[in-house]
């Protein structure tokens, strides 16, 4: 049985995840600091753990993100398709806000919120290809 040598990401990939991992931690420490409050006013009514604790965890989990994103490269498959799976289990709160009206971070009209709900899926592609995907073959 031959195995599949690992395929050098491309330099694009390699921006992709150092930017993504840079964001990620910049705004989990956000989440915990200077923009609690606004991360709080994200938060769907119809969720049914307390506000403060949904940021805070969320906060953490992106430090962690953003932090393997950074620091571990030759995890980049793992952790691209981890980011990515935590974008799209965040899509449901964009959804709300965007349905909800609510205003933060300067998302006051349903344009803006309508955008940044496309932007979350540039997000998840940006995060699959950081990882990696879709695979590339080399001669």
Do not use: C
Request: glycine share 8%; hydrophobic share 50%; proline share 5%.
């Amino acid at each position: 049985m031959k195995l599949r040598a690992e395929v050098r990401p491309t330099r694009s990939q390699n921006v992709a995840r150092l930017v993504l991992g840079g964001i990620m931690t910049f705004a989990g420490i956000s989440h915990l600091t200077t923009a609690r409050e606004e991360f709080r006013a994200q938060v769907p009514a119809w969720m049914p753990i307390d506000d403060d604790l949904v940021v805070v965890g969320s906060g953490v989990i992106e430090i962690a993100l953003g932090a393997s994103m950074l620091a571990l490269p030759r995890h980049r498959r793992i952790t691209g398709l981890a980011l990515a799976a935590f974008f799209v289990a965040i899509f449901p709160g964009n959804i709300a806000q965007y349905v909800e009206g609510t205003d933060a971070f300067g998302l006051d009209t349903d344009t803006k919120r309508l955008i940044r709900l496309l932007g979350l899926a540039v997000l998840v592609v940006a995060a699959l290809w950081a990882a990696g995907l879709p695979e590339r073959h080399e001669p």
